[in-house]
């Protein structure tokens, strides 16, 4: 590898490449181990790489991707909003009640609800809301709650796999990459249709058909009264015609000539807007203060210090050596570095953290362009990446942030769900999940 | 005014002691809470009413989604054989971490601003690093309903 091109002045002359080999693989080595929070980390490792001298400040602040940090944002602001109106839980109590509260039909209806507002929403703030209704409704038809946690973990990851907003691996990939909210529709919600069914088919075979419930349990959760959980109508309306508004801005953003960050943060402006309205100055104050409150800040400045983490090795050449190296490995063959891409991403995102991975592998894909003969070659690998990510979270219990919220539910409520007993039913069936991606990534893309 | 003569002695809770003779404390002398001390009596936590029918009835999710509940709800059945189990408990799980603590010379307003920081109904009050008793916002609305307000009613009406 020659570093002599690189126009780094690092402290004491050391060699860039290896400072930021170091930086890099310290700071990914601490936040693996969950000793120190991701975001201190990242911010320390982002602000070492300035520092130290392996990139400038304005290189830093240029690998920032303000793109996906808008769309994150933006999301989380409208979601804070939307999730006080209890239109969420109204649709996961409305949905148990059209089946008769019989047992599988309440896990199939609580599965699909959690896919679909893992598609529109994140997978942390959906599993938030459905998991203290499927502790409630299976308290009720007293039925033990882990099959049903244990599909919603499934459903969340899975659903948040179909969209561009539906998990951050899928934002980032799209930014870089210019890839849009239909491109993913297109391209990654169908697949993920098909592995929703087989996975309920699975778990039926697993639990569904033993399920029972009496017919009195069944008839407590008719008297569930959803209406109940809106808690305010007006809101209610104001949330879905913003989210209505911000879902039809991604779709036509390319007529739109609009990028995924400014349609989000516009719908979060407008909703606060609108929700704020009827209120004197200090009381929006007050609830603009409260509303960014909820913004996960912890996720972007872990996003902030990863990006300048990750463009140091950039800048230095490590990752297009890498990208070599694999390249070497596959034999420039693209269709084996696709499912490579795939089955790595899903076998180390059931493990870490897939944020910190994909950061990684996205500028590592991105200069493969000219091994495959252009960009727009390396499609295929974009959604193997984005699949692998994602659906490689429902590995294990520590695979996505929501299934530690589920199992923290879980456990709270008196059913601990224990790290071995979920991998062992969870990693053969993300297994599953890959296989049937790669059949689709072979079929369609290669 | 202090909130010394608004005070309520109470016996204090020791570990082991079960959940019965916890509320029976608790009900005899109508407080809401009492310490738990050391064989040295000094204050090592606290047991409340609310949070042991809390942790012991009420879990999360039923708190969180409490408006859309029906009539009949599973927990109603067998309360009985529940509740004997839940008093028949050591209070050891139910041990809160021992909270902001007044002395007996301090002003009335002063306890009701630490209640109202502390989102609590109760105080309890420490001379010298020793347990003395409980002040209640009930005990001070009953001290403000002894005071004699014709004077001010008359000038008002």
Redesign the interface.
């Known amino acids: 590898m020659d570093s002599h091109h690189i126009s780094s002045s690092v402290i004491f002359d050391w060699n860039p490449l290896w400072v930021s080999v170091v930086l890099f693989l310290v700071s990914y080595a601490v936040i693996i181990t969950e000793k120190v929070n991701r975001a201190i980390v990242a911010l320390l490792g982002g602000a070492l790489m300035i520092t130290l001298g392996v990139v400038s400040q304005q290189q830093a602040i240029l690998a920032i991707d303000f793109n996906t940090l808008g769309l994150l944002i933006g999301m989380m602001v409208i979601v804070a909003i939307t999730r006080r109106c209890g239109v969420f839980?109204f649709v996961a109590?409305w949905s148990a009640k059209r089946v008769g509260a019989n047992p599988w039909g309440v896990l199939v209806m609580l599965s699909v609800v959690t896919a679909v507002f893992s598609a529109l929403l994140d997978n942390v703030t959906t599993v938030l809301l459905i998991?203290?209704?499927t502790?409630?409704i299976t308290?009720?038809l007293?039925i033990h709650p882990y099959p049903y946690l244990f599909a919603e973990i499934f459903a969340s990851n899975i659903g948040g796999t179909a969209t561009l907003i539906g998990d951050p691996p899928n934002m980032m990939i799209g930014s870089a990459v210019g890839l849009s909210f239909n491109d993913f529709l297109i391209n990654t919600a169908p697949i993920t249709l098909v592995i929703l069914f087989v996975i309920m088919i699975i778990i039926y075979f697993i639990w569904g058909r033993q399920m029972q419930a009496s017919v009195?349990?069944q008839?407590?959760i008719?008297?569930?009264?959803?209406q109940?959980?809106i808690?305010d109508k007006t809101l209610l309306k104001q949330s879905l015609f913003v989210l209505s508004l911000v879902i039809f801005g991604f779709i036509f953003s390319h007529a739109l000539h609009l990028e995924p960050a400014t349609i989000a943060m516009f719908g979060a402006a407008l909703l606060l807007l609108l929700s704020n309205f009827k209120f004197d100055q200090e009381k929006q104050t007050e609830n603009v203060h409260h509303t960014f409150g909820e913004v996960e800040w912890v996720t972007i400045f872990f996003f902030v210090g990863l990006f300048i983490v990750v463009h140091g090795i950039e800048h230095t050449g490590v990752l297009d050596y890498l990208a070599g190296w694999v390249i070497d490995l596959t034999q420039g063959d693209l269709s084996i570095t696709a499912l490579a891409i795939l089955w790595v991403s899903a076998i180390a995102s059931a493990l870490v953290d897939n944020i910190p991975f994909v950061a990684t592998m996205i500028p590592m894909i991105k200069s493969m362009a000219a091994t495959f003969g252009g960009e727009e070659m390396l499609l295929p690998l974009w959604w193997s990446l984005a699949l692998g990510a994602c659906l490689g979270g429902n590995g294990s219990l520590i695979g996505a942030s929501a299934n530690l919220i589920v199992a923290g539910?879980a456990e709270?409520?008196?059913h601990r769900i224990s790290f071995l007993k979920f991998l062992a039913i969870a990693f053969p069936l993300m297994i599953i999940t890959i296989m049937v991606a790669s059949v689709y990534i072979y079929w369609r893309y290669l | 005014m202090n909130v010394k003569p608004l005070m309520i002695s109470t016996k204090v809770a020791t570990k082991g002691m079960l959940v019965k003779q916890f509320f029976l404390a608790c009900s005899e002398v109508a407080v809401p809470a009492i310490p738990v001390c050391n064989r040295q009596g000094q204050m090592v936590g606290e047991l409340s009413l609310q949070h042991i029918i809390k942790m012991s009835c009420l879990?999360?999710?039923?708190v969180?989604?409490s408006?859309?509940?029906?009539?009949?709800?599973?927990?109603l059945q067998n309360v009985e054989a529940k509740a004997s189990q839940v008093l028949a408990n050591p209070v050891d799980a139910y041990i809160a971490p021992v909270p902001e603590v007044i002395s007996s010379n301090s002003p009335v307003m002063k306890a009701l601003a630490i209640m109202e920081r502390n989102k609590t109904s109760y105080l309890f009050i420490v001379d010298n690093g020793k347990y003395q008793g409980v002040v209640t916002v009930q005990a001070i609305v009953n001290w403000i309903l002894t005071m004699d307000t014709s004077k001010v009613c008359q000038m008002v009406n």
């Open positions: 839980q109590i998991a203290p209704v502790l409630l308290q009720e007293d009195e349990s008839a407590r008719m008297q569930f009264n959803e109940k959980a808690t539910f709270r409520s008196g | 879990p999360d999710y039923m969180e989604l408006s859309v509940l029906g009539e009949q709800l599973s927990c």
